[in-house]
C-alpha cells in the first residue's frame, strides 16, 4: 500500500492523471469520421486509450475523498496515517483505503465506483464485502449511488457484516 502523505497534494496528482486522460481524449475525438468504419475505428482507439484510466481515476478519487471524509468525522484533529492502492492493485489483505493510529489499523475501507448493481458487479459487491469484513478495524464500503448503496446495504444484512455503507 501506498502512504497518503498529504491530502493536497494527492489530490493534485490526481488531476494532473484527469487532465492526461482528457487531453488524451479530445486528441482522439477531434478526429474528423466520415465513415462507420472510421467511426468504429475512433471509439476503438478511445476504448484503448481512456477506458482504464476512466476506471481507476474515478476510483482514485473516491478513495481520496472517502480519507478526507473519514479524518473530519472519525479523527478529527488526530493524527491518523493514510495507506491506499489507488489502482486497485491490492492483494486480499489489503483494502483500497487503511487509516492506522499509533501503528494500530483503526479503519479499513473498500470503494466503488461502479454505477449499477448488475451482472458482474453485484458479484463483485459480495466479494468485496466478504474480503472487508475479515480485515481488521471498523469497516467501511463506499459507493457512489443510492442503487449500489441499497444493495450493499442489502447484502451486509444478509451476511451479518459489521461494515458500514457510505455513499460519496
Known amino acids: ?3 497518503i502523505h498529504n491530502f493536497t497534494e494527492t489530490e493534485q496528482r490526481i488531476l494532473s492523471d484527469i487532465r492526461r486522460c482528457l487531453e488524451s481524449v479530445r486528441g482522439i475525438t477531434s ?7 472510421d467511426g468504429a475505428s475512433v471509439l476503438n482507439k478511445l476504448r484503448q486509450v481512456a477506458y482504464e ?5 474515478q476510483h482514485e478519487e473516491m478513495i481520496l475523498r472517502a480519507a478526507r ?15 491506499w492502492n489507488p489502482r486497485q ?8 483505503l487503511r487509516a492506522i493510529r499509533g501503528g494500530e489499523i483503526v479503519i479499513s475501507a473498500e470503494i466503488t465506483a461502479s454505477e449499477k448493481p448488475v451482472g458482474t458487479i453485484d458479484t463483485h459487491i459480495r466479494d468485496t464485502l466478504t474480503k472487508l ?6 469497516k467501511f464500503y463506499f459507493v457512489r449511488t443510492a442503487s449500489m448503496e441499497q ?3 442489502t447484502k451486509v444484512e444478509k451476511g451479518r457484516y459489521a461494515i458500514e455503507i457510505k455513499r460519496i
Not at 484510466?53 to 481515476?57: G, K, M, P, S
Not at 472519525?74 to 495507506?83: A, G, H, L, S, V
Not at 469484513?133 to 471498523?138: E, Q, S
Open 133 to 138: 469484513n475479515n480485515m481488521p478495524g471498523r
Open 89 to 96: 492493485t491490492g492483494d486480499n489483505s489489503e483494502p483500497d
Open 1 to 3: 500500500m501506498e502512504h
Open 151 to 153: 444493495r450493499a446495504k
Open 69 to 83: 471524509l473519514l479524518q473530519s468525522t472519525e479523527f478529527p484533529d488526530q493524527q491518523i496515517d493514510w495507506y
Open 53 to 57: 484510466d476512466i476506471n481507476q481515476i
Open 31 to 37: 478526429q474528423d469520421v466520415t465513415s462507420a468504419t
